[in-house]
């Protein structure tokens, strides 16, 4: 890539990547009223034999578009790769965005793919193939739904606000458990969701239907693409605290910067804690 010619480039580089996404969009949907194979990478963590499939054939489709930029994949890459902060160009892959939505037959998943340049995502594109909604992003062009372009809402006030969040699969083994704060929002917001697919959420919050959105523990896969479209909406994104969000931080807040301090607050006030809850055996 020249970097005085990037623009170009990137534009060529989404459509391209859009062809991509969206066939691999119609094999989960081949996959989705079907049994399914179920493995678990943990306790919870559930891969089927669609997100295999789905990252198989986006990966050997980016191999051959662009053979010299890295590939980092939620079912393919290692731990190691997953800690190892990329330079350069970097393509983050989610092949399938609510696998659990998915092996259910709950009708709410999506593919999120982004390159990165440096950490910094440049493109960004999130499908749901159910309802065939394509969004995308260029860093510095804007974000679109299907060619037309979003914007975050204009709600100012966290008793209008309609936000939403997430649990890790580790919600059973870790202390950040995230259930005081969405009790906390409840009563703040004018109502909660938690919808099973972070890329969606994103999505949601760039595109208006959401204010804000925040969670613990998520991936840069879970992430990359829809922090590009919130910020290119007019959205803002950062960590609990305020600090810059980056692909690999544990925390995250979008909202559509109008309620972003209400929710820093939340997520930043001292908040009595769950009590030691008995184990899972």
């Known amino acids: 890539m020249n970097d005085s010619n990037e623009p170009k480039n990137y534009t060529s580089l989404l459509s391209n ?20 194979e179920i493995h678990y990478k943990g306790l919870f963590d ?4 669609a997100d295999l499939a789905s990252e198989k ?3 050997t489709s980016l191999k051959k578009l662009t053979p010299e930029i890295q590939i980092l994949a939620e079912e393919s890459s290692s731990q190691s790769e997953l800690k190892r902060q990329s330079s350069g160009y970097q393509w983050v892959i989610d092949p399938l965005d609510g ?3 998915f092996a259910h037959g709950f009708p709410h998943f999506a593919i999120s793919v982004a390159l990165l340049n440096n950490g910094k995502p440049m493109l960004g594109i999130v499908f749901d193939p159910l309802k065939n909604e394509l969004f995308t992003a260029i860093n510095d062009q804007g974000a679109s739904l299907n060619n037309s372009s979003i914007h975050v809402s ?5 008793d209008k606000s309609l936000v939403a969040t997430g649990f890790p699969y580790t919600i059973r083994e870790i202390d950040q458990k995230n259930l005081i704060e969405f009790c906390t929002f409840r ?9 099973g697919a972070a890329a969606l959420d994103l999505a949601y919050v760039a595109s208006g239907r959401l204010d804000g959105f925040w969670e613990y523990g998520l991936k840069p896969w879970d992430t990359a693409a829809g922090i590009l479209l919130v910020k290119e909406a007019g959205g803002n994104v950062t960590r609990y605290d305020g600090a810059e969000y980056a692909v690999n931080c544990p925390d995250i807040i979008a909202s559509n910067g109008r309620i972003h301090p209400f929710m820093q607050r939340v997520l930043t006030a001292d908040l009595p804690r769950l009590p030691d809850l008995p184990r899972m055996t």
């Open 154 to 158: 204009s709600t100012s006030h966290s």
């Open 187 to 195: 009563l703040a917001c004018q109502g909660i969701r938690r919808f």
């Open 17 to 36: 990547a859009v062809t991509i996404v969206k066939q691999a969009g119609n094999l989960l949907l081949k996959f989705f009223n079907s049994k399914h």
């Open 99 to 101: 696998t659990t939505n």
């Open 57 to 59: 054939a986006i990966v």
């Open 46 to 49: 559930m891969v089927t034999e």
